[in-house]
C-alpha cells in the first residue's frame, strides 16, 4: 500500500505539474503539498471529502488512495494488535 507521501508525489508526477499549479489545482498552499511529500502532515478528512466529489479524475483518485490507505493502516493496526 502506498504511503500518503507516495500517492501526492506520484499524482503530481503523473500530472507534470510544478508544486504551485498543483497545490492551485487541489485548492491548497503550495506549503501544505511540501508537507504530504515530506510526511510532516497530511491531508485532513474534510479536505478528502471535497476532493472526493471533485469534477476532476485525478484529483478524486487522491481522495479516494488516501482513504483506502488509512483504512488499510486502521485495519492493519488493529490486526497487529490482536496477534499479541
Not at 510532516?40 to 483506502?68: G, K
Request: overall charge negative.
Amino acid at each position: 500500500m502506498p504511503t500518503i507521501q507516495e500517492i501526492i508525489k506520484q499524482a503530481r508526477d503523473e500530472q507534470s505539474l510544478a508544486l504551485r499549479p498543483f497545490a492551485a489545482a487541489l485548492g491548497v498552499s503550495h506549503h501544505s503539498v511540501v508537507q504530504w511529500e515530506e510526511g510532516t502532515a497530511a491531508p485532513d478528512e474534510t479536505r478528502l471529502n471535497i476532493w472526493a466529489h471533485s469534477e476532476t479524475y485525478w484529483i478524486r483518485l487522491i481522495a479516494l488512495q488516501i482513504m483506502a490507505q488509512r483504512k488499510w493502516r486502521i485495519v492493519h493496526n488493529v490486526e497487529h494488535c490482536e496477534d499479541k
